[in-house]
């Protein structure tokens, strides 16, 4: 019979490690358990060996890292027959929407209360509309989010699990547009641009020939000289290495990343060279929008990770492509329904916010954790939220720094771990995502999706921003012609959140105004608008953060705790995204598997390991990409003495 998770309603058994449940116990935990026992079958028959029940395991947050990792424990520790019977799952988020930073809902319904969500507004009702006709529920996203061809996990989750095809999930792969204004260029000022072409369609050629070659830079604000002032970076990027033996796996102090770790990007730039022009008009963005912070606030392995992952290890590596619709509907919802009959429990919004962690009574070091989370909303007059606890061997924290953070400040358990108190010592970015409805025609040159960074427009100094036209990228909004859907998406955005709607949608319609070339539209030419605002919602790798991520999936001081999500490093891949979520996700949920918390047999571990789907590495560098790697590698090798001579003579920015 299937393990259950326990409510902790007075009545209910409470899950020991010294007792672990017998199938009559769980038998009286079926009849107790509220909201997902359904649809189970009622005796599926044991996976695991002995008279031993599979154990609980709470997935606390609900965006790519904690949905794969559910999807991964219901499938490794299920049977093919019936998955749950294998580890009882449940995922929760404080979010209505599920997908965390990646989720989508309706405008008009009532508010989505997440965590990183705070305000959506929708202003102005649409022009034309038939009287008494309910407003459209227009679907909002927190940021656009493109998938890249390197997302190698990700997309075979969504093929093989999801069995989505890419052809009705994705675009085809856009060209990119870079807009910049150097710092003191005047209001008005044409960008400067730079245009990515899909990469991977250009004749093959030794990378990053092709990006060198293809891009169509703007030679008067970028003349050859300050393009060659890059080369300087070459070397410290082969210094850092790349693919999976330095960018991803930083197990080893000599990685790449703690090499270059307590160095900011701007210092690396201005150690290999990197003329000033070059920085303002083609980095800086670049870095604005990716790992989302300027060169001085961001380490040079964040900045260095980025370039080797997104950029430049194979050709191609740069080209991106979007969600054709709202993500909700495209990606999460079908997930969510796949993960119900994986017999996967869920609790959203107000039933779904974990307020403390705790051992359980008798238990703690081992792993029997007392999980609260709201049972309801709050209160008239703000009173806090009915709780209710919940019994768990097993907990992935996939909630972002943030989210992290929020709980330690209410789990004295957690803070009193040295590790988890020093997430403190991380910061994350803002972000704020406008999307626009307009009455008028509006083109972007180039393609639908823009890049941007600099400080022509008035109060985006310091500020990254992208700007997609949704009328050519998702199917809902083609038939909006003559119309235009545009969403706006600024980065390192903390001076944007406490600018009220208006003023703030002003910006936007400059903003579209300096990248379309045009004066800009009226505000009468809005016809609505939803605002998502989002404080401390991204990771943040400035200089020096790496002691603070966590090392890893597992917590090393806490029985039973893990940690998935794009900030957990040494996770065996680069990066910060989706795909990174992805992977820890999976990393998890293998961690939880093996490890001793849930106290399975060595028979119960072998048998879910065929089932388990290895994280792909990421797709190795082109050959001389490698041997650059391989060439920095030797000169590193040399003695230690040796070192420091090199280190001073050579006017190349290794770091030794
Ligand atoms: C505007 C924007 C654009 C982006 N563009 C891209 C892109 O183009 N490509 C890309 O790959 N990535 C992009 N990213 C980054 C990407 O969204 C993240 O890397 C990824 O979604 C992180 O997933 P996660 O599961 O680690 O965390 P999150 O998505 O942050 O999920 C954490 C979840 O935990 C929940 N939570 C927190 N605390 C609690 C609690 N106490 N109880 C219950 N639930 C809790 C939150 O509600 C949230 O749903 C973008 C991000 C933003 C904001």
Known sequence: MAGTIAWAVPVTPTLRRSGRRTTSDAGRWLGLRPAFGRGRRAAPAPRMSGDQLPPPVAVVGAGWAGFTAADELAVTAGTAADAAAGIDV??????????????????????????ATTTTTTSAPPPVRAAGAPPPRRTVEAGIHGYWRCY???????????????????????????????????PGTPSTTVTAPVFGALPRAPTPVATAVGAAFDATKLPPADRASAVGLAAAWADFGTGASAAGAATAADSGWARWDKTS????????????????????????????????????????????????????????????????ALLFGPWRSRLAGLGVATRF???????????????????????????????????????????A??????????????????????????????????????????????????????GPAHVCGGGAVPGLADVGWTLYD???????????????????????????LPLPDGPLVDLVLAAVAAVAGTPALPPSAVTAVAITRLPAAVSHFAPGAMDALPHGVAAAGLGGVYLAGDWVDRAGHPSWSQEKACVTGLAAAAAVVDGGALGLSAAAVAAAAPRRTPVMPVPPPEPHVAAAAAVARAVRGVGAGWRGVLGGVLPLPLEF
């Not at 449940?90 to 209360?113: E, F, H, M, R």
């Not at 989505?164 to 807009?179: E, K, M, N, Q």
């Not at 400040?409 to 999307?435: K, T, Y």
């Not at 990228?473 to 969403?487: H, K, R, S």
Request: with cysteine.
């Open 470 to 496: 949704l009328t050519r990228l998702q199917d809902e909004y083609a038939a909006e012609a003559p119309g235009t859907v545009l969403e706006a998406d600024f980065y390192h955005a903390a001076p944007l």
């Open 152 to 186: 190698t996990n990700a997309l075979a989750l969504i093929r093989d699990r999801l069995r989505i095809a890419d052809g009705d999930l994705f675009t085809p792969y856009t060209p990119s547009v870079l807009h910049t204004w150097a710092p003191g260029e005047p």
């Open 265 to 328: 990007a701007r210092a690396l730039c201005g150690r290999a060279g990197v003329s000033e022009r070059l920085y303002a008009h083609f980095l800086l963005p670049l870095l604005l929008v990716l790992p989302m912070a300027p060169g001085e606030r961001l380490s040079a392995s964040a900045a260095l990770s980025c370039f080797a992952y997104f950029a430049l290890g194979r050709q191609g590596d740069f080209d991106v492509r979007w969600l054709r619709g709202a993500s909700g």
């Open 349 to 391: 919004g107000d039933r779904g916010r974990v307020v403390r962690v705790a051992p359980s009574a008798g238990g703690g070091g081992g792993g029997a954790l007392t999980v609260t989370l709201t049972d309801g909303p709050r209160g008239a007059g703000g009173a806090p939220a009915p709780t209710r606890t919940v019994d």
């Open 90 to 115: 449940l995922l929760v988020d404080a979010a209505a929407a599920p997908g965390g930073l990646a989720a989508s809902w309706k405008a008009n319904d009532p508010p989505t209360a997440g965590v």
């Open 393 to 446: 061997d097993a907990i992935v924290f996939a909630v972002g720094i943030s989210g992290m953070q929020a709980l330690v400040r209410s789990s004295p358990w957690l803070a009193a771990d040295a590790q988890f108190r020093g997430f403190a010592n991380l910061s994350a970015v803002s972000v704020v995502a406008v999307r626009l409805w307009l009455s008028a025609p509006v083109s972007l040159p180039g």
